[in-house]
């Protein structure tokens, strides 16, 4: 009897809030007569979740992201992060992935990994083992000292998810990291992404024009309206996990690619 009241317990533990957004609003330039990008976003992200967010062109996803980084600040509302306000970047708390891989040219993938490190002044031992297990986790093992003009689209890609995860931030930001790719290895590089998420269990939010890396990725979609953005939908991805390519053929993953689809061309 004890052990089954222990059992519920541990059920009813209330997992941990990782991000959450209060009433976010942003006015570009002023609030008299700017541009409305943000309005009234209220989101809750618990730990250790994949959270994807999709909207019409110019709804304000971006926007968001920037905001959850610390990047942009906000006209109303407010962000914390691991219960503490986020008002500028800080990359122990959070990493950030960009739709282009923004590596430096001039250095290696390996130091270009390394590179929050040396600008926190990690010991050079330190920064190498870190960076080069980072760059083992994406799957770049022996790439360390290739330029990013020697790498391919995806393996760039993979060097900054490598740069946004050296320092261990609970939370990774993701805005459209796959769309420069071609389809084949988006979708190998959606599930790449999935495997070093199971790995790391870091709480990740993810933007992204396709409806089918959307659900294929997400344990939540959360949908916005067009400009000024909100949130209008939210949609709980209960397919089983590990997530496998054969699901997308099936009736559940369809049904759920089309209730986003109806939300998104609802909107004006
Ligand atoms: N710095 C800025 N100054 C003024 N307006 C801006 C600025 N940045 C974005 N905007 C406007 O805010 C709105 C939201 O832009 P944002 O880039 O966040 O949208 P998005 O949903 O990410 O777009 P997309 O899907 O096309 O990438 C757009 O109308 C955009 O023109």
């Not at 809030?17 to 009433?23: D, F, G, K, L, P």
């Amino acid at each position: 009897m004890q052990h089954v009241a222990n059992v519920t317990q541990l059920k009813e533990v209330p997992k941990r809030t990782a991000i959450s957004v209060e009433n976010l609003s942003h006015v570009y330039g002023g609030n008299d007569g700017g541009v409305p990008a943000l309005e009234d976003v209220s989101i809750n992200v618990e730990e250790g979740r994949f959270v994807v967010i999709v909207g019409p062109s110019g709804c304000g996803k971006t926007s968001l992201l920037m905001m959850l980084a610390g990047l942009r600040h906000q006209t109303r509302g407010k962000i914390l992060c691991a219960g503490k306000p986020i008002a500028e970047p800080d990359p122990e708390r959070v990493g950030v992935v960009f739709q282009e891989a923004s590596l430096f040219p001039w250095l290696t993938a390996l130091d270009n990994v390394e590179f929050p490190l040396s600008l926190r002044g990690a010991p050079r031992e330190e920064r190498r083992q870190r960076a080069e297990a980072m760059l083992k986790l994406v799957g770049l093992e022996g790439f360390g000292a290739r330029y990013p003009h020697e790498l391919s689209g995806g393996m760039k890609q993979r060097v900054s998810i490598a740069r946004g995860l050296v320092q261990d931030p609970p939370v990774l930001l993701m805005d459209e990291p796959f769309a420069a790719l071609d389809e084949q290895t988006r979708m190998t590089m959606g599930h790449e992404l999935l495997r070093i998420w199971s790995t790391t269990r870091k709480t990740v939010v993810f933007i992204t024009h396709s409806l089918t890396e959307a659900v294929y990725l997400a344990d939540e979609v959360l949908v916005m309206s067009a400009r000024p953005g909100k949130i209008i939908d939210r949609i709980e991805v209960d397919l089983p996990r590990p997530r496998t390519y054969e699901m997308m053929a099936t009736d559940t993953f369809g049904r759920l690619r089309d209730r986003i689809w109806q939300q998104i061309r609802k909107t004006p």
